[in-house]
């Protein structure tokens, strides 16, 4: 059974940095390309950030690029997202999301999302 289950989600000040977890199973998540999305409250649905199958190359929204870090441990088949110099309007729920195989494919599995506020 396929299973993603973020966490290390919270509140934190503007300026501030946390790092969210995407622990897998039931798949290999170096064989897949893999998400985060985002969606604010009262908003859409917002993709934030992507890595691609094998060699990991990675992809940024405009939004967020410089700030945050996608990355993976194969041999843990955990994805993480760092996020650093927090922004009040990083504020929202945080998914990662498992594609079928490429982007083309669509997503079929997502985790169950991490809050993330920031605020002073």
């Known amino acids: 059974e396929v299973q993603l289950v973020e966490s290390g989600g919270g509140l934190v000040q503007p300026g501030g940095s946390l790092r969210l977890s995407c622990a897998a199973s039931?798949?290999?998540?170096?064989?897949?390309?893999m998400s985060w999305v985002r969606q604010a409250p009262g908003k859409g649905l917002e993709w934030v950030s992507g890595?691609?199958?094998?060699?990991?190359?990675?992809v940024y929204a405009d939004s967020v690029k410089g700030r945050f870090t996608i990355s993976r441990d194969n041999a843990k088949n955990t994805l993480y997202l760092q996020i650093n110099s927090l922004k009040p309007e990083d504020t929202a729920v945080y998914y990662c999301?498992?594609?079928?195989?490429?982007?083309?494919?669509?997503?079929?599995?997502w985790g169950q999302g991490t809050q993330v506020t920031v605020s002073s």
């Open positions: 999301s498992k594609t079928r195989g490429t982007w083309s494919d669509g997503y079929d599995y």
């Open positions: 039931g798949f290999t998540l170096s064989l897949y390309v």
């Open positions: 890595i691609y199958s094998g060699g990991g190359s990675t």
